[in-house]
């Protein structure tokens, strides 16, 4: 009498249920990328505003990014980021950032850099700055500084912005990232040696890290900038 593999017909099983899964989720992808692009249709048949357009480009190209599409939701992001620029909603002109980064298009780091700007410079939702700035993090080479002063920055606004329960988790969230990447840099691998490393890279004064942030992100932009920095920033309040 031949007997079956008991753990061998489990993983396949498993096997199998994971591929019926992600076929599951695709099939949900594509069907909410198809509403999508009706509700846009009916939108411009009834002369709706760019920003509302923009906001079901959005959303259309963070479908498709999922759907492992990004060379089609690339100019879907890109024309509503300058909607966004446009109508100065910041928050959701990083968010543009966020989902043209993940495209893995040929500017996709420029995107990640002008995401971080816009994610410094003005109050906006602080996971998604935590989550601009963490790729940096993810994109750098290990014996880089780039890392930390990204991961630096993360924590420092998760501290300055956010209260409360929201506070609490996001700051020990970002420790964790900056402790990884002192790890990583370093071979960092306890208190003293942090707080020496900390020290020694200069990222406990913000005037300096945050100079230094600007850097990172020149590098990742080079002269793709699609907007006016120096037009943005004279209309801050502090001006």
């Known amino acids: 009498m031949k007997h079956f593999d008991i753990t061998q017909t489990h993983l396949q099983d498993t096997a199998a249920d994971s591929i019926t899964n992600q076929a599951a989720e695709e099939a949900a992808l594509e069907s909410h990328l198809l509403a999508l692009e009706e509700q846009y249709a009916t939108l411009q048949r009834i002369g ?3 920003q509302q357009l923009a906001e079901l480009q959005l959303q259309q190209a963070r479908t498709l990014v999922g759907l492992g599409r990004g060379e089609e939701a690339w100019p879907l992001g890109r024309d509503a980021f300058d909607a966004f620029i446009e109508a100065e909603e910041f928050e959701s002109a990083a968010d543009c950032c966020d989902v043209l980064f993940r495209a893995e298009q040929e500017h996709s780091l420029s995107a990640l850099g002008q995401g971080i700007w816009l994610a410094v410079t003005y109050p906006m939702d602080i996971e998604l700055s ?63 040696a942090f707080d020496l490393w900390r020290d020694r890279l200069e990222l406990r004064e913000p005037e300096k ?18 907007f006016d920095r120096d037009s943005l920033q004279g209309k801050l309040p502090v001006n």
């Not at 290990?142 to 506070?167: C, E, H, K, P």
């Not at 230094?212 to 699609?226: A, I, K, S, T």
């Open 48 to 50: 709706a505003n760019r």
């Open 130 to 192: 935590i989550e601009l700035l963490s790729h940096v993090v993810d994109e750098t080479p290990d014996d880089a500084d780039g890392a930390a002063v990204a991961a630096t920055t993360a924590l420092f606004l998760a501290d300055v912005r956010a209260d409360g329960v929201q506070r609490d988790n996001l700051t020990f969230f970002a420790t964790q990232i900056l402790a990884k990447v002192a790890r990583r840099h370093s071979g960092v691998d306890s208190q003293q």
């Open 209 to 226: 890290f945050l100079v230094r942030l600007r850097n990172v992100v020149d590098v990742l932009v080079q002269d793709e900038w699609w």
